[in-house]
């Protein structure tokens, strides 16, 4: 037999119909629909105050100083929280007084719109202080009189305090949610007669809206704080100048020592980290790396003032590098200037660069997250046949049905990663005309870029860890012991943490038009960036190769064209200006899956238009700038992707806060 209940739920943020379905013969099963997530980022405020000032110790050395200290506030709304009890191993007691089917139940799924939205608030100050001393060779060193140095410390703290509210209690929830009881009085309590649960409230997950009082969700909810830092320390020291001459122009030298410290914690508040919170669990984060690291480098003028070879010069630059994490490796980059006569210079470079793994990528620590998968051996949602055998080689029955469209991941840090490598060409064209007086003031330049990253840092992903054991055949089955079910064959945890697998491929061309020219009423001056990408290919763990360019396919935007405009004015200390930016429609396919004939949408075009205006003035007190704008003057918002997490869309590339405003002060002595 099957028992349906239906639920309609209803609040400011659009809730979908929930239907409550459950097989009796089965006990299992059970569930609540609700609709994905969305978030109202609201604006946030920011502060900041910087100062930075030289003093001549003598003829040649100076001592500088930069102090920053900047303090941002914000918050954001997220849908009421929603209720899974199977991922937080809670069961719904056949005694529970508002649970009119008696049998127990472990797949319950209910939106708490009686809770309210979530609030999510960060409150974070950023301090940053540069010490050094600066100065110049003597002048009786001969060739290395030319030569600078600089000795300095670097230091820089982000430290944050961020709250949650609107998340609720496993624990508390378990017993709100078990066995209970009407007392003599007629009032619901938690527990059995005898042995109740002092301050309980019992729970009713099977009424409508507004069955849910404030008395339960104030039982079983909680505001967590969290506290977290990243913090890095830099001691430099560099020098650099002449070494000889070629064709009557210098061949210079530079090189240095470096060492960094790079350090890095959270802290949950005490529930969620001892996973005791309904929503994403996680345990602390904490750990630092060092870095000791030589470099230097090196520009030769080869030829010169010769006819087609005005000037042709070499560079080289190196960095040999030992991390405290992964050891000791090195990175270089080649290059070439050839200026060619007055008005064109070509260039190129060729280099193999790295990214070391950053502390959260070392030592994240266990973390609770949900993406949108199902699981293979859902018989509801059409087994292949190879998933088919494979499921119920492992025991799974065929007639599984799970209703989960989100399945528990826990991602986190691996103290094991290698740092990601890259191979990176680039070539190009600067043309600045002077054949004529109305070019002066005119370049244009273009660029041809290929980078090519291996060993990416990432997770495999839940996607790839279920097909690779589901949907591959024999000995090329992997990834299984990563999935865990429950005693009725319901996944019930993932395990993804960061490894070094697949990569990227992408190419294309930068291009920079630069016109500034002076008249009797102002300054005036046009600057036009564009990128063309011919490709963006992203290599998964599992092999395969996604296009990710002009669809959403990798859940970022990547568009084939995106332009930027700025156009400036400025007289006696008085300037405006304006700023445009384009980024071309791309499209969106079902559940981000844009194989031949999958269903489609275009996701609009996105232009957005700031201006803004100055006044400097000069005094015997110093040099004082005021300065003022408004962003997004026409309010745009970002373009609608139905498949993006964070407020259906894609906040790196597209505008989130909306038409603000902004005012800033500096003053230099």
């Not at 505001?223 to 210079?252: K, M, V, Y």
Request: hydrophobic share 35%; proline share 5%; with cysteine.
């Amino acid at each position: 037999t099957t028992e349906i209940y239906t639920l309609s739920l209803h609040d400011a943020l659009p809730i979908c119909d929930a239907q409550l379905t459950g097989n009796s013969d089965v006990g299992e099963g059970d569930f609540y629909n609700y609709q994905p997530e969305n978030y109202l980022v609201t604006p946030s405020e920011r502060y900041n105050v910087f100062g930075q000032g030289k003093i001549e110790l003598n003829s040649k050395t100076r001592l500088y100083a930069e102090v920053l200290y900047s303090n941002r506030r914000s918050e954001q709304l997220l849908a009421p929280t929603p209720l899974f009890t199977i991922n937080s191993g809670l069961t719904v007691s056949a005694d529970n007084v508002y649970n009119p089917f008696g049998r127990d139940f472990v797949d319950v799924r209910r939106r708490f719109v009686e809770a309210g939205n979530r609030l999510f608030t960060q409150d974070i100050d950023t301090y940053r202080v540069v010490l050094g001393l600066e100065g110049d060779f003597p002048d009786d060193w001969g060739r290395f009189s030319t030569w600078t140095w600089d000795f300095n410390f670097n230091f820089g703290r982000t430290q944050a305090v961020s709250t949650n509210g609107g998340q609720f209690i496993a624990s508390r929830l378990q017993g709100a949610i078990g066995p209970s009881f009407f007392d003599a009085n007629g009032v619901a309590q938690c527990g059995t007669p005898g042995n109740t649960i002092a301050g309980c409230v019992p729970l009713n997950l099977f009424g409508g809206a507004g069955t849910i009082t404030q008395d339960m969700v104030d039982y079983i909810s909680f505001t967590g704080i969290d506290r977290g830092f990243s913090e890095q320390r830099i001691f430099s020291l560099e020098t650099g100048g002449e070494i000889f001459e070629l064709w009557n122009r210098p061949a210079s030298l530079a090189f240095g020592l470096q060492h960094r410290r790079e350090a890095g914690g959270d802290q949950p508040d005490p529930i969620t980290a001892i996973g005791d919170s309904t929503g994403n669990n996680r345990t602390a984060t904490a750990g630092d790396y060092n870095e000791s690291a030589f470099f230097g480098e090196l520009n030769i003028p080869l030829l010169a003032d010769l006819l087609g070879v005005q000037l042709f010069e070499l560079q080289a630059q190196a960095r040999i590098f030992d991390f405290d994490t992964f050891g000791t490796d090195f990175m270089w980059k080649l290059g070439a200037m050839w200026q060619v006569y007055d008005d064109v210079t070509l260039r190129a470079t060729y280099s193999r660069a790295f990214r070391a793994p950053n502390v959260g990528e070392l030592f994240q620590g266990a973390s609770d997250s949900f993406p949108g998968v199902t699981d293979p051996c859902d018989s509801s949602l059409g087994r292949t046949p190879t998933a088919t055998a494979n499921c119920a080689a492992d025991g799974i029955p065929d007639d599984l049905v799970t209703g989960q469209t989100q399945l528990r991941t826990i991602v986190g840090g691996n103290p094991a990663l290698e740092p990601e490598t890259a191979n990176v060409l680039t070539a190009g064209l600067v043309w600045q005309p002077k054949f004529a007086p109305a070019f002066k003031g005119f370049s244009l330049t273009v660029d041809y870029f290929n980078i090519g990253i291996d060993n990416a840092i990432q997770p495999v992903s839940a996607p790839v860890i279920l097909n690779n054991c589901y949907q591959k055949s024999g000995a090329d089955r992997s990834n299984c012991d990563q999935i865990f079910r429950n005693a009725n064959f319901l996944i019930v945890r993932i395990d993804d943490l960061q490894q070094n697998t697949g990569g990227t491929d992408t190419s294309g061309m930068d291009f920079a038009l630069r016109y500034v020219r002076g008249t009797d009423i102002g300054r005036f001056g046009l600057n036009f960036d564009a990128t063309w990408t011919h490709s963006y290919d992203q290599t998964q763990p599992d092999g395969t190769v996604v296009d990710g360019l002009n669809q959403y396919d990798l859940q970022l935007v990547f568009p084939s064209w995106r332009y930027n405009l700025t156009g400036q004015w400025a007289m006696s200390g008085v300037g405006a200006g304006f700023n445009v930016r384009y980024v071309q429609p791309i499209k969106e396919c079902e559940d981000n899956n844009c194989v031949e004939g999958s269903p489609t949408r275009q996701v609009d075009a996105n232009v957005t238009a700031d201006i803004f205006a100055s006044y400097a003035f000069s005094t015997s007190a110093g040099y004082t700038s005021i300065r003022a704008g408004i962003n997004n003057i026409f309010d745009q918002e970002p373009p609608k992707i139905y498949n993006g997490f964070l407020a259906n869309s894609d906040a790196a590339n597209y505008d989130y806060l909306g038409r603000y405003f902004y005012v800033g002060l500096s003053h230099k002595l």
